[in-house]
């Protein structure tokens, strides 16, 4: 455990827009509070930055709970940082000792281009969930909660692969860029409910039609993803996915 | 179907059942090879009686360069696939997951080079032993199948290249046959653990048993 104030260099990428070369630039960041989130700490740092009349440093943060999922960043080359299951912004920094430097990247994919600094643009994951992503219900009034039985053990599944915060986090740990963990979480969460089974196979296949033409990687099941997912997401969902495409293309109707 | 072979899926799905196709093939292989401990008339008859198969076994051959070229040629579409997807590297790159068998994260990260180094290998072996036209070895011109084999194994230059391409074969498998399972979607929370450890012992069987050979050929010559 690390001291109460601590002092860290922090090896920081920055990119002032998408076409531009980008480096890595060292800033001194003393009396760090080992209490802060990650988060914070970059905050403190931005404060530093502007207080100097420099830029501040561009990265992404919404809730700063573990939901939302758009907070992002490699931190020592490690995807959200060197914790399991957390997210950055739950990450804190007694994780760090005093000394220490700490490399911040951003999640680098061709499918997720920089926008600035430590920012990516991962709305190539919004057009895949807009590719199938969704069960279409008729309008109306709101339909009785139990009038569809599901088995507790298949709810407990689909909650499962629910879980999914779509931060990205697998496509920036797998060697191969590949969002098939984030797919697949999203295909299996409908694909096991009673909702899901009218778009079943159109689903599958639009999904990974449209991860393909989004640019990201093949899947090598080397289960790095499953280790950087901030939401534990298993691989399990990945031989899901597989299954359903092989369904889809050899059992589904055209 | 024309969709599964355009597909990153699709292209994965077949490369697993090419993989395994051609692990089947190895299973024969080396359940052939084993009658080497059983001697000189076992072997060569056994090779023998393949060998009069005549248009069948031609059109075995022929099915297992066709297996072996497709599941190459999807290895190279899908690592292209996947470089195009990481355009520029991290500057630093840490596995989240535990101990790793080998430097650089595992035999998954492998699977190119060693399938290539297989590959290599496998060209040695057919001028070896189905061509006979390795320059460096005077091929007995009787003694059968178990004289040839016991030529071409007693080099030291094959001995290097076959040990060498069999341990590449080893790790290739060790990732190979538990990846080809999942991406045909294999995978059950209470067999997964069964899986895992089957596909371990089948890849390093398979290499072992051909090492075995090998060792066994070249200490007894």
Not at chain 1, 27 to 39: A, C, I, R, W
Not at chain 2, 169 to 185: D, E, F, K
Request: aromatic share 6%.
């Amino acid at each position: 455990m690390s001291s109460e104030l601590i002092n860290l260099t922090l090896r920081v990428w920055r990119q002032s827009g998408p076409d531009s070369p980008g480096q890595f630039d060292n800033y001194q960041l003393n009396g760090v509070s080992t209490h802060m989130s990650f988060l914070e700490m970059l905050d403190v740092l931005n404060e530093q930055l502007i207080e100097s009349g420099q830029e501040s440093v561009a990265f992404d943060h919404d809730c700063r709970e573990g939901i939302c999922g758009t907070c992002s960043l490699m931190i020592n080359g490690q995807a959200h940082g060197p914790d399991t299951a957390t997210t950055t912004c739950q990450l804190h920094m007694r994780r760090f000792n005093d000394g220490d430097t700490v490399t911040i990247e951003p999640w680098r994919a061709t499918a997720f281009p920089i926008v600035k600094d430590l920012v990516v643009d991962r709305s190539a994951f919004d057009r895949i969930i807009s590719s199938g992503g969704y069960v279409s219900v008729n309008t109306g009034n709101a339909p009785d909660g139990n009038a569809i039985p599901v088995a507790g053990s298949q709810q407990e599944v689909a909650m499962d692969a629910a879980a999914c915060i779509g931060c990205g986090a697998c496509v920036a740990a797998c060697k191969n860029a590949s969002a098939m963990l984030f797919v697949s979480a999203k295909v299996s969460q409908l694909a096991i409910l009673p909702q899901g089974q009218q778009e079943r196979s159109e689903r599958v296949v639009s999904m990974v039609s449209q991860m393909d033409d989004e640019g990201f990687g093949s899947c090598t099941n080397t289960s790095e993803c499953e280790a950087a997912c901030p939401a534990e997401i298993s691989v399990s969902n990945i031989a899901r996915l597989n299954r359903e495409y092989l369904r889809a293309s050899l059992c589904g109707r055209d | 179907m024309i969709r599964i072979c355009c597909t990153s899926v699709g292209q994965k799905v077949l490369m697993a059942l090419t993989g395994l196709a051609l692990c089947g093939f190895l299973a024969t292989h080396l359940s052939g090879n084993l009658l080497l401990f059983a001697g000189e008339e076992a072997f060569n008859t056994y090779a023998e009686n393949l060998h009069s198969m005549g248009v069948l076994l031609k059109a075995a051959e022929v099915g297992l360069l066709a297996t072996f070229l497709a599941h190459l040629g999807l290895a190279v579409s899908t690592t292209a696939m996947s470089r195009r997807a990481r355009s520029r590297q991290y500057d630093e790159k840490e596995s989240k997951q535990g101990v790793f068998a080998l430097p650089g994260g595992g035999a998954s990260n492998w699977m190119l080079l060693t399938g290539l180094g297989i590959g290599a290998f496998l060209v040695l072996h057919l001028v070896d032993l189905k061509f006979k036209m390795r320059p460096d070895l005077v091929y007995p011109t009787d003694g059968g199948a178990y004289a040839t084999v016991n030529t071409v194994l007693s080099s030291p230059v094959s001995f290097a290249a076959y040990g060498v391409a069999l341990i590449l074969l080893g790790i290739h498998l060790s990732h190979g046959v538990r990846s080809a399972l999942q991406s045909l979607g294999v995978s059950h929370s209470k067999w997964n653990k069964l899986i895992e450890i089957g596909s371990m012992l089948f890849a390093w069987a398979i290499a072992l048993g051909f090492i075995c050979v090998l060792g066994w050929v070249v200490l007894s010559s």
